[in-house]
């Protein structure tokens, strides 16, 4: 974790006490959710001068509230717990959030929260599409009390937000739309852990002669430095009988409404033309909602302002370790730890536990995955002081007096394992697939190791390993 100028670790439990230090500590303080960011900010040289980190997990914001006019998702909630929320998946008009997080991998369900995904203003990133969608407002809380912001507004630029100083997110507020409206979501990309191409989200509410009485459009991925809206598509739609001319005149309608870039990972042409064509589905995704069940459960399609260092701090002056209690593997160890030490570095540095690996140690591979609380998270990603009372389950402490873990066992057994360096990070992840679903299809083992490379591609003997392992 690139944040060696990091003095203090703090942990408010009251949101008030989040503002004060805000404003103690004005442009050099982070605020820290999930964590599984921070790597992409610093990498873009988002996060110099940081000597303060202000952990807002113990806020108890992480909480989704319904009632009938609103649907309010605290910003600690984590993409996880949207996907086990049976309010949020039972509404057609909520579609665009569901189909948004299907496509992460579970480590990042796992750590990613909602307050993250919109404060880091990245338009490569899904939720917000959706969010946009549904007409969120963002809820923040700062020295002047607590204000809504349309997410419209929310988002200035490239990775800025207009959150005011000491101002943090507590929420996103989702207003319930009229009766007869659904919404979709949909992604371009190239892998489980890749950001958007380009990412679409359609809102429609139908009048009592179904036709379109209001349509908003949002395109993401790399269309501009905010996610874009589509106000010719909107207006196409607004009104129309939705049938496959008006859907395909929206799709053509929404190109002209975006001007994407051309990077490594695609042309401004083929953005511009996927632009149109996720449009379009979007579109047929939403209206199949509107018509009935038949996509109402169909989850199977996939699922700051540059930073200057204050005067006189160097990155790498001032870091002071604290001492932490860590239970790593039923043993409880108390160790000193940097600010910003990951849990990896201090698994594999200070506890000499090296089953967990580092691979790419920004969240792209997976081989660090361990178990906290059960869940998989990538430990590359998470601060060691992050990790709290939390239990941490890394290979070391599978299996025990009586042998090896089954999963251990079968990946033995099936001959999945090459060169290893994957091995460790893909069983921690079979472990919370199988501890939850016990007797997962290949579609669903697929998707629990999604998060996880292995370059020696033996994939097929992976599947093989953990389908053993559930058959005991
Ligand atoms: C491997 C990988 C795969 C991914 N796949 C997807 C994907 O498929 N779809 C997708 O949409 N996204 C994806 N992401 C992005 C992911 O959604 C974000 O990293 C995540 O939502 C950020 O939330 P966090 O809680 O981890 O934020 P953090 O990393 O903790 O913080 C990110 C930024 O937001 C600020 N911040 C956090 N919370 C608040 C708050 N409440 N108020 C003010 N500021 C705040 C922090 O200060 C920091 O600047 C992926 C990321 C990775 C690493
Ligand atoms: S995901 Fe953590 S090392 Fe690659
Ligand atoms: S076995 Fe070599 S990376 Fe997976």
Same mark, same amino acid.
């Given at each position: 974790?690139?944040?060696?100028?990091v003095e203090?670790f703090h942990?408010?439990?009251?949101?008030?006490?989040?503002?004060?230090?805000l404003?103690q500590?004005?442009?050099?303080?982070?605020?820290?959710?999930?964590?599984t960011?921070?790597?992409?900010l610093a990498?873009?040289?988002?996060?110099?001068?940081?000597?303060a980190?202000?952990?807002?997990?113990?806020?108890?914001?992480?909480?989704?509230?319904?009632?009938?006019?609103?649907?309010?998702?605290g910003a600690?909630?984590r993409?996880?717990?949207?996907?086990?929320?049976?309010?949020?998946q039972?509404q057609?008009w909520l579609?665009?959030?569901?189909?948004?997080?299907?496509?992460?991998?579970?480590?990042?369900?796992? #750590?990613?929260t909602?307050? !993250? %995904?919109i @404060?880091?203003?990245c338009?490569? +990133?899904?939720?917000?599409?959706?969010?946009?969608? &549904?007409?969120?407002e963002?809820? #923040?809380?700062?020295?002047? !009390? %607590?204000? @809504?912001i349309?997410?419209e507004? +929310?988002?200035?630029?490239?990775?800025?937000n207009? &959150?005011?100083?000491?101002?943090?997110?507590t929420?996103?507020r989702?207003?319930v739309?009229?009766?007869?409206?659904?919404?979709?979501?949909?992604?371009l990309?190239?892998?489980?852990?890749d950001?958007a191409?380009?990412?679409?989200?359609?809102?429609?509410t139908?009048?009592g002669?179904?036709?379109?009485?209001?349509?908003r459009?949002?395109?993401?991925?790399?269309?501009?430095?905010?996610p874009?809206?589509?106000?010719?598509?909107?207006?196409?739609?607004?009104?129309?009988?939705?049938?496959?001319?008006t859907v395909s005149?929206a799709g053509?309608?929404a190109?002209?409404?975006?001007?994407p870039i051309?990077?490594h990972r695609?042309s401004?042409e083929?953005?511009?033309?996927?632009?149109g064509v996720?449009?379009?589905?979007?579109?047929?995704?939403a209206?199949?909602?509107?018509?009935?069940?038949?996509?109402?459960?169909?989850?199977?399609d996939?699922?700051f302002?540059?930073?200057?260092?204050?005067a006189?701090?160097?990155?790498?002056?001032?870091?002071m370790k604290?001492?932490?209690?860590?239970?790593v593997?039923?043993?409880?160890?108390?160790i000193?730890?940097?600010?910003h030490d990951?849990?990896?570095?201090?698994?594999?540095?200070t506890?000499?536990?090296?089953?967990?690996?580092?691979?790419?140690?920004?969240?792209g591979?997976?081989c660090?995955?361990v178990?906290?609380?059960?869940k998989?998270?990538?430990?590359?990603?998470?601060?060691?002081?992050?990790?709290?009372?939390?239990?941490?389950t890394?290979v070391?402490?599978?299996g025990?007096?009586?042998?090896?873990?089954?999963?251990?066992q079968?990946?033995?057994?099936?001959?999945?394992?090459?060169?290893?360096y994957?091995t460790?990070?893909i069983m921690?992840?079979a472990?919370?697939l199988?501890?939850?679903?016990?007797?997962?299809?290949?579609?669903?083992?697929?998707?629990g190791?999604?998060?996880?490379?292995?370059?020696c591609?033996?994939?097929?003997?992976?599947?093989e390993?953990?389908?053993?392992?559930?058959?005991?």
């Amino acid at each position: 974790m690139a944040l060696t100028s990091v003095e203090s670790f703090h942990s408010p439990t009251e949101a008030a006490a989040v503002v004060q230090l805000l404003q103690q500590h004005e442009d050099s303080a982070l605020i820290v959710a999930g964590g599984t960011f921070l790597h992409g900010l610093a990498a873009r040289g988002l996060l110099t001068g940081i000597d303060a980190l202000i952990d807002i997990q113990g806020l108890g914001l992480d909480n989704i509230a319904v009632d009938p006019g609103n649907v309010v998702i605290g910003a600690t909630t984590r993409l996880a717990q949207i996907e086990q929320d049976d309010a949020v998946q039972q509404q057609a008009w909520l579609g665009a959030v569901k189909d948004a997080i299907t496509y992460p991998p579970v480590q990042i369900m796992n #750590a990613a929260t909602v307050g !993250g %995904s919109i @404060a880091s203003a990245c338009p490569l +990133f899904d939720l917000p599409t959706g969010f946009l969608a &549904l007409n969120g407002e963002v809820q #923040a809380l700062g020295p002047d !009390g %607590s204000r @809504a912001i349309p997410l419209e507004a +929310f988002f200035s630029g490239l990775f800025e937000n207009s &959150l005011a100083p000491a101002e943090f997110v507590t929420a996103i507020r989702l207003p319930v739309p009229p009766p007869n409206s659904a919404s979709a979501f949909i992604k371009l990309e190239t892998n489980a852990n890749d950001l958007a191409i380009v990412n679409a989200a359609v809102a429609l509410t139908l009048d009592g002669a179904n036709r379109c009485e209001q349509a908003r459009v949002f395109i993401g991925g790399g269309t501009g430095e905010t996610p874009a809206r589509a106000g010719s598509a909107e207006d196409l739609l607004a009104g129309a009988v939705l049938d496959e001319d008006t859907v395909s005149g929206a799709g053509k309608a929404a190109q002209g409404d975006v001007d994407p870039i051309s990077d490594h990972r695609a042309s401004k042409e083929y953005r511009s033309h996927m632009t149109g064509v996720l449009v379009q589905k979007a579109l047929r995704k939403a209206i199949a909602r509107l018509g009935g069940e038949s996509a109402m459960t169909n989850r199977q399609d996939r699922r700051f302002a540059r930073r200057q260092p204050p005067a006189g701090l160097r990155p790498g002056m001032g870091a002071m370790k604290q001492v932490i209690q860590l239970d790593v593997n039923n043993e409880t160890h108390e160790i000193a730890v940097e600010p910003h030490d990951s849990l990896l570095r201090t698994l594999r540095e200070t506890l000499g536990l090296n089953a967990a690996k580092r691979g790419c140690d920004s969240g792209g591979c997976g081989c660090c995955t361990v178990l906290v609380d059960g869940k998989a998270v990538y430990s590359c990603m998470t601060m060691a002081m992050q990790v709290g009372d939390r239990t941490v389950t890394t290979v070391e402490g599978l299996g025990g007096d009586a042998g090896l873990d089954p999963v251990q066992q079968a990946f033995i057994d099936a001959d999945a394992v090459q060169c290893g360096y994957c091995t460790c990070g893909i069983m921690m992840a079979a472990k919370q697939l199988l501890a939850e679903n016990p007797d997962p299809d290949e579609e669903a083992i697929r998707k629990g190791i999604s998060g996880n490379l292995c370059r020696c591609t033996g994939y097929q003997k992976i599947i093989e390993a953990v389908q053993m392992a559930a058959a005991g």
